[in-house]
């Protein structure tokens, strides 16, 4: 019997990857820097980020994609807590955000004039990690209370991160977590990863982090 194996999800990710070539090239001829931001739910995506962004936000004009299986709450707080402009995506059920969903939300978000713009993904490590969302970098987020063996359990998110946040530092002493294991677990996964140690909250260890985004963002 004659058959034919349809590699379904290889089409797929080569699609996403044309798609997202095709909108990073769009973004770096209007000058626009894109972050990706990926974590798990309750790492402190939108806590890092209303810090990061009421700093940035004096030398950056700055934009925000928030994406959510459903609700609004986070680009009403982005909004609310930083003043600049937010949209929500709807994933409608998907667990990751595709290049082209990303470029349907920019359709309808006014990007021009922007120099920044962040995307919220949606909380997982494992599926927003298999599709290239068109950014110019990944920054990913491991919040202490969630153990630094993750990079050993969620490889892939770790080996596409350009940049690896720990945050909520500042409850290190209640939760059982080893940085320098962490440290060398992440470098395993990938060497080239730039790591910061932050608390959003305590607004420690931010300094380096948002020097880092700037010199990124200078250097579009």
């Given at each position: 019997m004659d058959f034919q194996v349809v590699k379904v999800k290889e089409d797929i990710l080569q699609d996403n990857n044309q798609k997202a070539n095709e909108l990073r090239a769009y973004l770096k001829s209007k000058h626009i820097y894109f972050i990706n931001v990926?974590?798990?739910p309750g790492s402190g995506k939108t806590t890092l980020l209303v810090n990061l962004i009421n700093k940035l936000k004096q030398n950056f004009n700055i934009g925000v994609m928030e994406a959510d299986i459903d609700g609004d709450v986070d680009a009403e707080r982005i909004s609310s807590l930083t003043g600049v402009r937010a949209i929500q995506i709807h994933t409608s059920g998907a667990c990751h955000l595709t290049a082209q969903m990303v470029e349907d939300a920019i359709k309808e978000f006014d990007i021009e004039g922007l120099d920044l713009l962040f995307l919220e993904n949606v909380g997982n490590l494992v599926c927003p990690a298999e599709f290239d969302t068109g950014s110019n970098i990944n920054m990913m987020l491991?919040?202490?209370p969630e153990g630094d063996d993750k990079p050993l359990?969620?490889?892939?998110?770790?080996e596409v991160s350009?940049?690896?946040?720990?945050?909520?530092?500042?409850t290190a002493e209640i939760f059982d977590f080893d940085f320098d294991k962490c440290y060398q677990n992440i470098k395993k996964r990938n060497e080239k990863a730039e790591i910061f140690k932050v608390s959003a909250l305590e607004?420690?260890?931010i300094a380096p982090l948002l020097c880092h985004i700037k010199k990124l963002v200078n250097n579009r």
């Open positions: 990926m974590a798990s491991l919040s202490v359990k969620y490889p892939l998110m770790f350009n940049i690896a946040v720990i945050t909520k530092i500042d607004d420690e260890g």
